[in-house]
């Protein structure tokens, strides 16, 4: 309703306004003639790219942690670290998931081949019951809730395994160990 009283005939004259326009992904701004455009484009790619950027070294940050930290703060990181990957496999964002990785385990194993061993869809939940570290090496117990689909229809509902992973810390950074 807005737009249109804005856009009635007898007040285009003396009114200028901006238009927002859809047209390619909404990266120009026009005036209603059209004659005058503002790019904005660059504009957004760079603050996307920072974004991106900012996002990473956030999570490096939140990530980092020494060999020589005390076994309660390896602990603490390890844990939240662990619970992230889960809940992005809950999700089915196995790329995200994968940035959780080891260099080592994303050396040996490369994005397109983790996807296609990975099938998220049957984890409902997932908890960290216990972290264990000695030096750079942390062994993680998750408890994971899923559903089982029988082939025949039925199946159980919300069975509850515990599901050990090995963690590394190495140059700083917590990575998953995926075999």
Known sequence: MMLQECNRPEREEKMPFLQLTHWNALDTLQNESGKIGVKIRVLTRALGRWSWVALGVGLAACASIGVDSSPQAKQKVVAERAQARWELLIKGD????????????????????????????????????????????????????????AARGGGMKGIETPVPETWIIENGTVGYVYR
């Open 94 to 149: 196995v790329e995200g998931a994968y940035q959780y990785l080891s260099a080592g385990s994303k050396a040996a194993t490369p994005l397109g081949l983790y996807k296609t061993k990975i099938k998220p869809g049957i984890w409902r939940g997932a908890k960290v019951d216990k972290v264990d570290c000695e030096a750079e090496i942390c062994k993680v117990e998750m408890l994971v809730t899923y559903d089982y689909r």
